[in-house]
Each structure stands twice: as C-alpha cells, then as structure tokens.
C-alpha cells in the first residue's frame, strides 16, 4: 500500500470516521481506523461494533488529483495517534506507505512517522446491507428531525427499548417519536420518493446523535436503508450504519390526548425566558419543578418557591386564553427542551387539566408535538 | 438598601468579583457576594479568604447615569444564585430592595426574584491596606509577566512554596521568577515610578492566574501595593487582594548557567510545531520525552520512540549552530510551555552540555528567560 494523499481531505475523512471509534471496545482492533486503497480511492473506516462509519475519498474532485495511488492494499492504525498525526502534519501533502512487517510510514515535508499497523483482513466486516426499499430526505430535514426528537430518548437503561427514537414509515410519511415515559417528542415529514414500504424501528439516540454531528447543513439528499436489525444512512462520499435496538416500542399513541380543556397561546422565547429565570431558584428544590397558573386579563404566572433560597414570581401575556381556568405544575427542564424543540414565535399548549398530560405545538403546525407529563403540587 | 442600576454594569461587577467566590469555603457567607450601598455608588465584594475582589460601580459614567440610589445600606446574597438571576433578567434596568429581615427583592419588568440575604455585618473585613510604595505597571505589561512565568509554578503541594511566583522588586526593576524545580521562567521589567522601595514575596499563581482573567488588555495603569504579607493590585474600580505565601524562595539566580558551550538559533513556531509532532508518540512513554540532536549542516533533528506504539524523526534548518555537538532529551510538554511564553519569531537556546540545564531566550531580549532541565536518555 503506497499513497500520496491532500492532507485536508485525508484530515475531514478521518475525523468523520473517529466518531464512530472509542477506547473502550472489548475488540482491541476496533480502536483503530481501516485504511483500503483501491485503484478508485482510499476508504476509511471506524467503527465501536453499534455504529459503524465509511468514508471514501475519491482520486479526483473535479479537476483536482486529491490521491495519487501507488500501491493499492490496506492496513488498520491506531485512531488516536493516526488523527493527532494528520492533525499536526506540516504540509499540504502526505505519504503514508505500509513496508515490511505491517510497518506504516506517514511522511510530510521533514517530518516521518513510524506506525505500528494492524492487519486489515483482522478488521470486523461491515454489515452487508441489500439495497431495497430506500428512501431520500434532505440533510437538513434529517438533522432537524433528530435534533427535535432524539433528546426526550431515556437516559437510564432500566427501560433500554426507550433510549431509542422510534422510527415508522407507513403511507410515505415518516414518523419519529421519543419518549421517557415523563415527556414525548413526536416530529412527521412526508417522503418524496414512491412506495417505500413499512418500517417500524427503534434506532439508538447515541447513534442519531453522532449522525447530526457529521452531517453538514446542506439540503443534498441523504439515502436511508432500514433491515432488520441495520439502520444506514448514506450520502455522497459518506456511509453510517447503526444497529437497531431489539424488542417493541410502546404505543404512544394512547398517550396523546384528544381533547383539550384550555388552550393558551404565548410568545415562544418569552415563555422561554421567563421558565428559564423561574427555574433559577427551583433547581434546588423540588427536582426543578415551576408552577403555571392563568390570571386575569390573558396573564400567565409562572413560579417557583424554594423556602431556604428564596422565590420567583414571573408573569407573561398570553396572545390568547381559551377554556377552563388551570393552576398546573411541571419540569422546567422539560418544558425548556420542548421550547427550544419547537420552530415558530408563538406557541400553543393545550391542557386537559391538571392532572393530565399537556401538548405543545407550534401555531398552525401538526408535523411537530412535543408532550409533557405534569408533577403534583398544587 | 434600595437602588436601580444598569443591568450590564452590575453583570460586569458581579462576574468580576464571582472569580473569587468558590462553593467550597468553610466559612459559609463566603459563598455570597457583599453588596454595599453608599451615596458615590454600588460596591461588590467576593472573597475566598485567600483572593478577595472589590469592584466599584460609580453612580454616573460620564454623563451616563449608571446607579439610582434610593436608600444605602448593605446585603449579603448567594453568589451562585444572584449571578444567574442578573445574567438572565429580561430588562436593562433592575432595582434591588432590602426589605425586612434581609429579605431582598430583586425586580426587572414582569420578573420579582425573593432571595434571603445574610448580614452584611457578619462578612469578613478585607484587610487594610496602607497605600505606601506603591508602583504601578500597565496592565498589558502585567498580564504579559503572568502569562510568561505563572505556567512554571509547581503543582505539587510538597513544596508550597514552589506553587507560587516570587517578586522581586529592587533598583526600580521588578523581576517574576517561577519554578517547579524541572524548569524555570524568568521576566523582568523596568518600572517607570521612582523609588518604590525594595520588596522580596511570593504570589500564589493561582491568585495571579485570576488576576490575568479580569484585566482587560489595556494600557491603563495598576497600582501595586505589597504589604507583608498581602499584594493588593488596584485599577479604575477594582481592587484585587491577595494573600502572600510564608517562607524563603529558593535562591534560583545560581541555577542559571552563566556559560555556554552551544548555541542554536531556530525559528520558534517551526521549532514547537515539530517538537509538538515528536511528542505524539512519546506522550505514552517515557514521560512525554523527546530526543535532540545536531546533525550536520545546520540542522537539528527531534526524535521519539515507543516500541509498542512506533517512532517520529522531524528535521528543522537551524538558523545558526555555534560550538559543541550535542545530543539531549528533555519533556516536549516543558519545551512546548517555554516556546508559546517566549515573544518573537526567532529563538537562541543555549546548552552547556547534555546533562546541564539549558536557557531559552528570544534573540537580542534579555528580559525574558525559560530555563529547563534535561532528561537523562542518551
């Protein structure tokens, strides 16, 4: 294996696939990047056995040599020098060569390096995913989706299916919902492409999340294949793959109520702004838990009472207050994430009284709800 | 105690004098900043007993009127928590009133925070400090003598002595001097005020490190007042207190070699790019140690190896090599330290053999010296 490489490319591809590799893995090789050079490129790969990431870089980017191959083959380095390494190199070009013994050099103006490499054929394979039933949303979509769902995913293992956000396609629509069982965050889009099929997944957070982070903001599309137990996401140069996590997801349909007892209708970052001040003197208290109550002349009170700290009393008008007066408690926190969840300047939150779960959504939008489940105080 | 005041001028205040409140103080009304209303303006105190930090609000900026005072008077309020409120509060203006029983009401629009203050009476008195010899350095110049010794200072509490920065005024020249004693920094500088006396103390770094954080890059003057056992450094509105730490200073003038047996000339960002290169793969080995060595042609080469991960070579031109050949190993982290407190492009390090300590110096600046032990290796 011989190649010389432009050490930008090499650096962003290598960066992309450290997301996908961690220090602690029971499988040693899996802390280092795979490295293949074929006659068309160089593809890199890193991967902790949950997720798993691939990145090509092309010999040519238009009219511009970025690899020039001299030896096809492969070898695996260990990702945290191999990253430092490139990182760090002085020039705008780099040579690494793998000589006897799995010995890799990587050599950039007068400086030279000496690997230790591991042998590629050790590497675990890729799942083999057939490439049917996909379906294409632009990148910004995804990102958004994720970004709108996948912080309500449990945190605790107690329940592992619901650190998890469900994905269902029925219909060419496109369904995410995740929950903790204490608020739910639930986000439709309509796909474009014809008949996709039916899915119904549950796709780990941690996976979703570092997918965001390696996606630019750009409306390219990005092809998604669902298998049995894979999930990949792939767009030009780039493929991510995650397992699914097993076993079914609740039906959270049930959860979301019909009917509603009063709505209110408030400025998105003012409501958020004062949550955030009345929980300042909550967060000690009682697991930062706020109180809401209508007051008269469309007035919203919110506030919290922590009697060895001291209180907060905020009050915000409300653009409109429809139904049954309410006193109503709840976690800022929540309440705070599904705010900043939410698109749009005003919102709407529909209670059906104090004791049931309440929905907030933006004005006239039903692609996107977010639920929070009250705390008893009043 | 009641007075309106300029949201952003007492967010200022209470980020200043927060750098020296700390949540793990034995003195519980130590957590809370001192705020004390007079006729001239607003005071805020913060102190952990070892740092305390005064600022002073004025009632007017100019023709700006900053502070409306209605009633003077003082309070105690939790730092942590009066903090938050004031970053977060929705208007420009707030008024605070001490109400009965130390009950403080803090207001800005439609938010009303409660905070239970404590006794202005019970917070310690910061010490009293007679404004004899006092000396004065722009504050850019003192932030450049932090910057460049302060990193030196010893992180093991077996010497204590060691973890601060000893001050040495005489001659109307001040020199800071920091060691752990595996290297050394130096930094003189001339002081512009006549005869400020003769003073020898050593200044914890960490007390210098916070200093730097709240002086703006100005060429505004500080007033330095050193007692026998406090340092007190005073701007426009802000005093900064510190106390001395007890005991003799080693003698370190005797540790700087006074002849030279090789000198070498490099250029200082491609010499610490190319020991920081070298460094990556000795980080796991023997204690972050590289090798340098002078090869012919005028130049130098750095060198690491650790079997089990894999070995680095970098070359650098020298801009000159003058007596001896020589080979050394010394910590990358050290070297890399010395070279980012050094100013100017070309740097002169000057060895007196491989197993002396060797200086580093800027070219033609002897105000300025980083001195560093090697390593036994070759």
């Not at 029971?26 to 691939?54: A, M, R, Y």
């Not at 990102?143 to 605790?156: E, G, P, W």
């Not at 996976?207 to 998604?224: P, Q, R, Y």
């Not at 000690?284 to 009697?307: C, M, W």
Request: proline share 4%; with cysteine.
């Amino acid at each position: 294996m011989r190649f010389i490489i432009q050490r930008d490319y090499l650096l962003q591809s290598v960066q992309d696939v450290m997301k996908a590799v961690t220090s602690r893995t029971t499988i040693p090789i899996l802390t280092g990047i795979k490295i293949v050079v074929s006659e068309e490129g160089v593809t890199l790969t890193g991967s902790d056995s949950d997720v798993s990431i691939e990145s090509f870089i092309p010999k040519e980017d238009g009219d511009k040599e970025i690899v020039e191959i001299k030896q096809t083959g492969s070898i695996v380095l260990q990702a945290k020098f191999f990253s430092e390494i490139v990182r760090k190199l002085p020039t705008d070009t780099v040579e690494i060569v793998v000589e006897n013994h799995l010995q890799t050099v990587i050599r950039s103006g007068k400086s030279e390096f000496n690997l230790n490499g591991l042998d590629a054929e050790e590497y675990p394979h890729l799942p083999q995913i057939a490439e049917e039933n996909v379906f294409r949303i632009p990148t910004d979509l995804l990102k958004a989706l994720i970004r709108q769902t996948v912080f309500a995913v449990s945190t605790s293992e107690t329940r592992p299916i619901l650190t998890g956000v469900n994905w269902k396609v029925e219909d060419n629509e496109l369904i995410c919902i995740a929950t903790d069982s204490h608020r739910l965050a639930l986000r439709k889009a309509r796909l474009e492409t014809e008949a996709v099929g039916k899915h119904n997944v549950v796709i780990p957070g941690k996976s979703l999340t570092e997918l965001s982070k390696i996606l630019d903001d750009t409306a390219a599309m990005v092809d998604i294949v669902i298998t049995e137990n894979q999930v990949l996401f792939k767009t030009k140069h780039l493929l991510f793959f995650s397992r699914l996590l097993e076993g079914n997801y609740p039906d959270t349909a049930r959860l979301i109520p019909n009917e509603r007892k009063t709505d209110v209708v408030v400025n998105t970052k003012e409501f958020l702004q004062a949550i955030d001040r009345a929980s300042l003197l909550a967060r000690e208290g009682k697991n930062n838990v706020v109180k809401f109550a209508i007051l008269e002349g469309n007035t919203i009170e919110v506030s919290s009472n922590t009697p060895e700290i001291g209180k907060v009393v905020e009050e915000i008008p409300a653009q409109s207050v429809e139904g049954e007066e309410l006193k109503i408690s709840f976690s800022a926190k929540y309440m705070m994430d599904a705010l900043k969840a939410l698109e749009g300047s005003e919102i709407q939150i529909s209670f059906t009284g104090a004791m049931r779960p309440f929905v907030i959504r933006p004005l006239n939008d039903e692609a996107i709800l977010q639920l929070i489940l009250p705390v008893r105080t009043y």
